[in-house]
């Protein structure tokens, strides 16, 4: 199995080879249907990631909050 960005790269690459729109159309649908697979693919990845950072984010009485996360460069709430 592909990691994200592994397939996030593939699908860049298929998008960049059919925005040419040189290639017969045979080989362009090919293309697309290989780009939505991977779309759903990356999507699926991001909704996963998703559900494990509001677990993370769970609060003591059980919600959930929705946070931004700090920069790099900002303490967050934990550590202040």
């Not at 090919?30 to 494990?52: H, I, M, P, T, W």
């Amino acid at each position: 199995m592909a990691s994200f960005e592994d397939s996030l790269k593939q699908l860049e690459g298929i998008i960049a080879k059919l925005e040419r729109g040189d290639l017969p159309l045979e080989e362009s649908v090919r293309l697309f249907e290989e780009g939505v697979q991977l779309s759903n693919a990356c999507k699926g990845d991001l909704e996963a990631a998703e559900g494990k950072i509001q677990i993370l984010l769970k609060q003591k009485d059980g919600s959930r909050k929705a946070e931004m996360f700090p920069l790099a460069d900002e303490p967050s709430d934990e550590l202040k």
